[in-house]
């Protein structure tokens, strides 16, 4: 299946990292999208048919935090992967996350080889 | 948490960055502890707030070419002038330093947030945080270029009638 990917990130520079990251892999990616913040990130989601997104924490308007939330409450979207990848590394931020139903979460700073592997890890299908 | 112990987090948090974001292994120099804000010649330097029981400031600052040299390496493109992207590169290094650097401080300190970075390019300027008077400076070197961090750290007295007021610290920008 061809994948539909949404990079979400306040910052050009990091959307521009994980782009370059995301065309490293293997991975059938069809499209890649990019929000600048969650409110974005919604419009994007609602008009296409994305299967993974790749988010920050801290945006302006809707955070990361906030995005889970709203694509969780939502039947059609509760069960996307997103995997955060953010500058918040308290153990509470990643559990809030985890709870929200972040499939993956990264640190910034980051390598490709994290982007990758937390990637293809969530795209798994359960065993 | 004494003087030391940030000191070696924001040392390490930039030996991180630099290396896992760039592949560049800097040198971080003995820090030392500034008053007041000498006015900068041409530079571009990021500036990141942090908020919460303490409040603080992290700065990033190096000359145009530097910056350039930067985002090459962040974004795998030549940038031989200052635009949109080179600031965008500048402001995520800020990002990703001080942001470290809060997660660790937090260990110790309590919550803490972290501002929208903000960055500026021009010469002849000075930048100043309110009611903060020393700021320890890192000089970090990595080869022939060289870089400025600068960080303060003070107890946020109005957090305890305000406690719900996290916001960044006001900072001023005034010419030199």
Known sequence: ?127 | MDQENIEAIVSKAAKDVFGTMLGLDIEVGASFIEKGSPAESQKVVALIGLAGQWIGTGVIGCRPEFACRIASLMLMAEYPAVNEDVLDAMAEMANMIFGSVKTELEEHLGALGLSIPTVIFGRNFATRSVGQQAWTVFPLKAGEDDMELKFCLMPNRDFQMHPRALRAHPLVLEHA
Not at chain 1, 73 to 85: A, C, F, G, Y
């Open chain 1, 1 to 127: 299946m061809d994948l539909n990917v949404l990079i979400v990130d306040d910052s050009a520079a990091i959307r521009k990292i994980l782009v370059r990251v995301l065309s490293q892999t293997d991975l059938p990616i069809k499209q890649v999208h990019e929000a600048n913040d969650g409110s974005e990130a919604l419009k994007i989601v609602e008009a296409n048919d994305v299967s993974l997104i790749l988010s920050d924490i801290n945006m302006p308007n809707v955070d990361g935090l906030e995005l889970l939330t709203q694509l969780r409450v939502s039947p059609k979207w509760k069960d996307l992967s997103v995997v955060m990848i953010t500058t918040e590394g308290s153990q509470a931020k990643v559990l809030e996350a985890v709870q929200l139903g972040a499939k993956g979460y990264v640190r910034k700073p980051f390598t490709a080889e994290q982007i990758k592997e937390k990637v293809l890890a969530c795209l798994k299908p359960a065993a």
